[in-house]
């Protein structure tokens, strides 16, 4: 169902001040990344008051197999929504429904084969995560309940970015939250009450997921939105390769973020298991100050995508320069608060005295680079916005891939467990001057400074075509 031209939404992309804009495309949007946030930490958080350091190790290990999920979501998600934000922007509603019935499909067969494959292939991937004596049983037990979450992980990503793109931030953001305010309901209830340990940390995900998931198909399903699930709708040519081809840029940092997990928990299990603890706690303390910087970048994709579309670069550029002041602020407000707070949080997570102290040195290394990571964020999603997969994609996996998995091991060969801590603001600060050595000539080439938009049009009529 197409809303009207004067609807809401529109008047959002294309007449409201950029500021405001922004603000509420965004704000609604990293809410939803405190959401993504609170729902990463929930079960280490919850297993770290058993004290015992092997099942918050057995947590970190698994985290992998769930980022690969979301990988596979925010590779439906991210695609479907760039490619249906330009087609709102041009007027052609009958196109973006194509995407976003095609994305809802997508999401539940690959879910589908996704829990399949986990469940019966689990003592390979039990052996390819890096489990030890210690913690190989309570790695089972959590795999044995995320694997069938799945499809509702999947579906429920895909369509938490999607409906963005339909101007519904704030159902977004709904949807989000409801999921992880059953799981951080039921947590406590599952870990300690019913004393379930990692497993009850994987049923509360499990049932967190199949109601955020089904929420997102009552939305769309319901015509709440511009969009459609319609089996009459579902198309796959000239579908496939638009939503794909950004897609895959996007999963890819997912992908390789889980790979990159598993990688530094081998590197890491060398030192001992109590080192791997230690990590897994400073990354979730970490994501405080990233994931609300990548809840800024997505958020204004929607309105750089519709504004790329409508031809529309003046505002474009005012979107994009307003962003990248928001994030610079964002991220130095974030760190500071973060790195004063660092001990408070890692005690807050397991009272384990040696967890504590490798984790506070962990939590600091990481937020080195905490300032200005978001910059990125914002480039990576601008390029997407635009179409620009190639760049995109290099943007992508430069930072969680080829520049962060051979920082693991050079440091580590180098400096031990000392240097292993420092490979990722390493590599976030490469993975910055590779995005400003990409962005800058792509925007001067498709975005000129000049009023008659010439570039932006050709760009257009090129990706049309």
Not at 115 to 138: C, E, K, R, W, Y
Not at 148 to 173: L, Q
Request: proline share 4%; charged share 10%; hydrophobic share 55%.
């Amino acid at each position: 169902m197409q809303q009207p031209e004067n609807s809401d939404h529109t008047y959002i992309f294309e007449k409201m001040p950029v500021p405001k804009a922004i603000l509420k495309n965004a704000i609604p949007t990293i809410a939803g990344m405190v959401v993504v946030l609170i729902y990463n930490i929930a079960d280490t958080f919850f297993v770290g008051q058993t004290n015992d350091p092997f099942q918050v190790a057995a947590v970190s290990l698994t985290t992998p197999v769930f980022l690969l999920f979301m990988a596979t979501g925010n590779m439906i998600g991210i695609g479907g929504t760039s490619v249906i934000s330009r087609a709102l922007g041009e007027r052609r509603p009958e196109f973006a429904n194509h995407v976003s019935s095609f994305c809802f499909y997508m999401s539940w067969v690959i879910g589908i084969v996704f829990a399949a494959i986990f469940m019966l292939g689990m003592p390979f991937i039990l052996q390819l995560i890096g489990v030890s004596d210690n913690t190989i049983g309570h790695a089972r037990d959590y795999l044995l309940y995320v694997a069938p979450s799945a499809p509702f992980v999947i579906t429920s990503v895909a369509f938490g970015n999607i409906v963005r793109a339909a101007g519904k931030a704030k159902e977004s953001m709904f949807g989000m939250m409801l999921g992880t305010i059953l799981n951080i309901l039921l947590d406590p209830i599952f870990i300690l009450y019913l004393d379930m340990g990692v497993a009850g940390a994987a049923i509360a995900t499990l049932i967190g997921n199949i109601a955020s998931a089904y929420y997102f198909w009552r939305l769309v399903g319901g015509n709440k939105t511009a969009l459609s699930i319609k089996l009459a709708d579902f198309r796959i040519v000239g579908v496939i390769w638009p939503v794909v081809s950004i897609g895959v840029p996007a999963a890819l940092n997912n992908v390789l973020m889980s790979t990159s997990i598993i990688i530094l928990n081998n590197v890491l299990s060398s030192h001992g298991d109590i080192a791997v603890a230690a990590m897994g706690v400073a990354t979730k303390v970490g994501m405080i100050a990233v994931l609300l910087q990548i809840g800024l970048g997505v958020g204004i994709q929607p309105l750089l995508g519709f504004n790329f579309g409508a031809k529309n670069a003046q505002r474009f550029r005012a979107i994009l320069q307003t962003s990248i002041a928001f994030a610079l602020i964002m991220g130095s407000t974030l760190t500071f608060f973060s790195w004063l707070g660092s001990g408070f949080i890692v005690r807050s997570f397991i009272d384990d005295q040696a967890v504590f102290e490798q984790g506070v040195v962990f939590v600091k290394a990481l937020l080195l680079t905490g300032p200005v990571i978001g910059v990125m964020f914002i480039y990576i999603n601008t390029l997407q916005a635009m179409g620009a997969a190639k760049e995109s994609l290099i943007l992508s996996i430069s930072r969680q891939g080829f520049i962060f998995i051979p920082m693991i091991y050079v440091l580590d060969h180098f400096f031990g467990l000392s240097g292993v801590v420092y490979a990722q603001p390493l590599a976030d600060i490469m993975s910055i001057l590779i995005s400003l050595a990409l962005v800058y000539p792509y925007l001067k080439k498709y975005l000129p400074h000049d009023e008659d938009d010439s570039g932006l049009n050709a760009k257009v009529a090129t990706s049309e075509a």
